[in-house]
């Protein structure tokens, strides 16, 4: 059984950089064929997705968060991670990680975690 848990801070001042790590329990993040993913829902709004990395390492971005975006991942605890950059108030969403595979829609998504962006 995969187990994905987000963690990071719940308020972030504006401007500053969101950082958020999930943790991949059951499963490996460099087993083939599969792809690890932010997704997020802003209060009162629809899932977004924001990007993902590969299990061979690459990173995939939506384009339109692409230029404050970046994934990273450390296989040797077995994570990854997003970093939001210059968050505004409309960033203020739950955040989830989630697996994917290539072929298939999402498997396994992590509970969740909010994060609040305000002074």
């Known amino acids: 059984q995969v187990q994905l848990q987000e963690s990071g801070p719940g308020l972030v001042k504006p401007s500053q950089t969101l950082s958020l790590t999930c943790t991949v329990s059951?499963?490996?993040?460099?087993?083939?064929?599969?792809?690890w993913n932010w997704i997020r829902q802003p209060p009162g709004r629809g899932l977004e997705w924001m990007g993902g990395?590969?299990?061979?390492?690459?990173?995939y971005y939506s384009p339109s968060l692409k230029s404050r975006t970046s994934i990273s991942r450390d296989t040797s605890k077995n994570q990854f991670s997003l970093q939001l950059s210059s968050v505004t108030p409309e960033d203020t969403a739950v955040y989830y990680c989630?697996?994917?595979?290539?072929?298939?829609?999402?498997?396994?998504w992590g509970q969740g975690t909010q994060v609040t962006v305000s002074s």
């Open positions: 989630a697996r994917k595979p290539y072929e298939s829609s999402w498997d396994y």
């Open positions: 990395i590969g299990y061979d390492g690459t990173t």
């Open positions: 059951g499963g490996s993040i460099t087993t083939s064929y599969y792809a």
